[in-house]
């Protein structure tokens, strides 16, 4: 394991400062919620610091907008190779609302929405309160717990009537990084039927090993015309609450629509949390790399912590995303009517996800952060194996 100053970090210390992830489950060890455990990087407080000293708290300012457009745009180039002009870079308050924006704007009204899932819960909300079924289909478990998109599953769902597919890529829960060519397969699909994707690449930065973020807007022509992509520095600088994300418009009659609209788009994006993403993608850099050292070896822990006590789990490292997806389904018969997040919460005061919550395919699935320090995920997973012990008997 490491020497690293995240190590410091205690559960009280983080249960003190108050973040949502270490207090809406009182009492409990918290990998719920798609925080990290250690703070920002010092050039985001910096930002806030000085928007701080100015008061710059009033509407966004056209300058400030145009510096994290264009902040996104140079990040974008370095990271993967996208050349976007900044000009089609929207500043908006989260992933979620730009999702919003993009179903009720650009989409046919009414018309069923495509999830691969498991997927992000709320897709499965909000899609519904806007009138709009959800077609969830079912990823499919390959060898070795390598989960694919099912693309006769999507077809058949574009055919139902569908228009929009959301693409997560990064997986949130699966961790899964999509490579190139399985990006084309699911481009053939989606062309092939007309079809638009939102892609919600909010974990893209965060990759491992040999995996590399492909934005998919980026692959051909093809895949530009049909795409609206959200990123933000969010997830990865470890800034949600300060409501900002970009939105990414690749198709040209796209933007000649959003002009005269976009002021809704950006209205919910607050002016320090745009500073702080510009921040992010322009002096983050090296804070990030150490943040995803130390979420990598995080990774294999996880693997070996859940070997020595809870076998019956099974684990496929995420190539992206710090979040982890166990398949309980192997645990003896022990929960009763509980599901098995509730069981955990009950019996290890350990805060998960349930897989049910991201759709039918997560069911007997759990969704644990990587994000916290090594010393608090070997007490979750010993907490956890404790409490299947002295059920087992
Ligand atoms: C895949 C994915 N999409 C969207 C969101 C929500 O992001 P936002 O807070 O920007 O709406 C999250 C949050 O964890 C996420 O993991």
């Known amino acids: 394991m490491s020497d690293h ?40 407080t910096q930002a806030l610091r000085d928007s701080t000293d100015k008061s710059l708290w009033g509407y966004l300012p056209p300058a400030v907008a145009k510096e994290m457009s264009d902040a996104t745009s140079e990040f974008l180039a370095r990271r993967y190779g996208w050349e976007v002009p900044s000009t089609r870079i929207y500043p908006t308050a989260d992933v979620l609302s730009a999702y919003d924006f993009v179903m009720e704007r650009f989409t046919k009204p009414g018309t069923p929405v495509i999830l691969p899932t498991p997927a992000y ?42 228009h929009l597919l959301i693409l997560c890529n990064p997986h949130n829960p699966l961790g899964r990084v999509y490579s190139r060519a399985e990006l084309l397969a699911l481009a053939d699909v989606v062309e092939a039927k007309s079809g638009m994707v939102f892609s919600d690449e909010i974990h893209a930065p965060i990759t491992f090993g040999e995996h590399s973020h492909i934005p998919y807007a980026s692959l051909t022509e093809t895949t530009a015309a049909h795409t609206l992509t959200a990123t933000s520095a969010s997830k990865s600088w470890n800034i949600p609450g300060l409501k900002c994300a970009q939105l990414i418009v690749s198709n040209d009659e796209h933007q000649r629509s959003i002009k005269d609209i976009a002021f809704l788009v950006s209205h919910g994006a607050a002016t320090p949390g745009v500073a702080a993403n510009t921040a992010a993608y322009r002096e983050g850099g090296a804070w990030l790399e150490d943040v995803l050292g130390y979420i990598d070896i995080n990774r294999s822990l996880l693997r070996d912590l859940l070997a020595q006590h809870l076998p019956e789990f099974t684990y496929r490292e995420p190539e992206g995303s710090y979040i982890a997806w166990l398949d309980a389904r192997g645990l003896p018969d022990i929960a009763g009517d509980r599901t098995w997040a509730q069981f955990f919460s009950e019996e290890a005061r ?14 007997g699935h ?17 907490a956890m194996g404790d409490a299947v012990d002295r059920h087992r008997s």
């Open 5 to 44: 100053r995240f190590d410091d970090i205690t559960v009280e210390s983080l249960m003190e400062t108050g973040t949502m992830k270490w207090t809406r489950m009182p009492g409990h060890l918290a990998a719920f919620v798609a925080e990290m455990d250690f703070g920002t990087a010092p050039a985001v």
């Open 121 to 162: 819960m709320p897709f499965l909300t909000l899609t519904p309160m806007r009138g709009r079924e959800i077609i969830q289909v079912p990823m499919i478990e390959g060898d070795g717990g390598l989960w694919e998109m099912d693309l006769e599953g999507i077809t058949t769902a574009f055919d139902k009537g569908a």
């Open 366 to 382: 759990l969704r644990l952060m990587l994000s916290t320090p090594h010393h608090i995920l070997e007490k979750i997973v010993i």
């Open 350 to 363: 350990v805060g998960l996800t349930d897989g049910a919550l991201c759709g039918e395919a997560g069911v």
